[in-house]
DNA sequence: AGTATATGTTTCCAAAACCTATACTT
């Protein structure tokens, strides 16, 4: 489950489970833990976590003598923290901080894959940005300061991945982000990131004149990509810390439930060039590897009638079609229209939107609906659409 | 039974390697 929101869900987790509690002894470490044994005994000690994008401190706190240990976990694919009955520890249980309480129980760290680890000490992975969670100024700061490092360079759903930059981003979390502007994924990551930045200035300009209240509301109602980095993982905190315990089981449903994107049917999805999968609606963007085309959405197609085959359609009869799609369909991004097409009617159908969008007929769908207005003058453009 | 997939990172500069569990196909 491990991206932000889950390390961020484990250090609340472990605090309120073990807040209260003393421990005692040394930590127990499996023989195939990915992890140093942990050089340190107390009869008496306190818990305590935190959590900075993909790592989690420990923090070991001695009541009586003895100095304080800390280790820095990463969860890996499958890592996280469970308060259980000393005696029935999980499956994959690899290091284990026993209670007082009789009968004990045991604060475990599991990880099936066991592509999470543990570090001793308390700092932080040197070369990982600041938490897009704890530490959003800073890691905005930090992204936009650096625009000119060819991490940059990759396609934004790559560069999304890079801890340098997004501590704390993982696999489903950039999906849901670009979704939510329908940034295509493959579009290069300094492109939209240059983009934001100048509009940061304009609306700073714009916007300087409207009372602190107005400016909040506009910059809720408009995030750009690096807030999304922020809100988007904010928002799966709130939606699971009702069922802190990671065990539960409707806390799944919750989180399946909330995913927009990642994994759901009528999604596209392709590989990016480090073979992860990446999930979006509409256009994949320029960079795309090897070319390829999207893969079609796995819902039911949408009826086009005869859209998809005719050469010759009138601008005016693409357009009245089109208005029938925009109608039929939940908000609809230029590029999902466009994936059913041939290339060759793209352009038709960029022009045929326009006229939709400008006419009073767009049915009030015209504002946003079906470009986000943070990205279409460049979507538009830059694709030859 | 075998195959493909998975919320991550490292080692090296792309793709394999590190792992287990689960769902789905022969």
């Known amino acids: 489950m491990p991206e932000g929101p889950e390390l961020a869900l484990a250090g609340r987790y472990i605090n309120e489970a073990c807040g209260g509690l003393v421990f005692s002894g040394g930590a127990e470490r499996s023989a195939v833990g990915r992890g140093p044994e942990v050089p340190f005994r107390s009869e008496a000690y306190r818990l305590g976590a935190a959590a900075r994008g993909k790592e989690l401190r420990l923090r070991l706190e001695p009541l009586g003598p003895g100095s304080p240990q800390a280790l820095v976990f990463r969860f890996g694919m499958s890592g996280g923290f469970r308060l259980r009955p000393a005696a029935s520890p999980p499956r994959h249980a690899h290091l284990r901080f026993l209670t007082r309480e009789s009968p004990p129980r045991a604060l475990c760290f599991v990880d099936a894959r066991r592509f999470g680890s543990w570090r001793l000490g308390d700092a932080w992975q040197p070369g990982r940005g600041p938490c897009v969670l704890s530490e959003y100024q800073a890691f905005r700061e930090n992204v936009l300061k650096n625009l000119d490092d060819k991490a940059f360079d990759k396609p934004i759903c790559e560069a999304l991945l890079n801890q340098k930059y997004f501590n704390g981003i993982g696999n489903y979390l950039r999906a849901e982000i670009l979704y ?24 700073r300009k714009k916007n300087s004149s409207l009372p ?29 810390k009702n069922l802190l315990d990671p ?49 079609l959405p796995t819902g039911p197609a949408p009826a086009l009638g005869g859209l998809e085959e005719e050469e010759n359609h009138s601008q005016a009869l693409l357009g009245r079609q089109l208005l029938q799609l925009l109608g039929a369909l939940r908000p609809v991004a230029l590029g999902d229209v466009a994936c059913w097409l041939p290339p060759s ?41």
């Open 212 to 240: 602190p209240s107005k400016k909040l509301k506009l910059k809720r109602d408009n995030p750009d990509l690096l807030e999304l980095c922020h809100t988007v993982p904010m928002e799966v905190v709130a939606a699971e």
């Open 180 to 203: 939510r502007l329908k940034i295509p994924p493959f579009e290069k990551a300094r492109t939209v990131l240059e983009a934001l930045k100048q509009q940061e200035q304009e609306r």
């Open 247 to 295: 065990d539960h089981a409707d806390n799944h449903t919750a989180f399946k439930n909330w995913l927009q994107c990642y994994g759901v049917p009528g999604m596209s999805s392709l590989r990016d060039h480090n073979g992860r999968t990446i999930w979006f609606q509409g256009e994949p963007g320029p960079m795309v590897p090897g070319g390829e085309c999207p893969l």
């Open 345 to 385: 009617t793209h352009w038709v159908l960029f022009q045929a939107c326009s006229h939709v969008l400008s006419s009073p007929e767009g049915g009030g769908r015209g504002e946003g609906a079906p470009l986000s207005p943070s990205y279409s003058p460049h979507c538009l453009n830059g694709h030859g659409l």
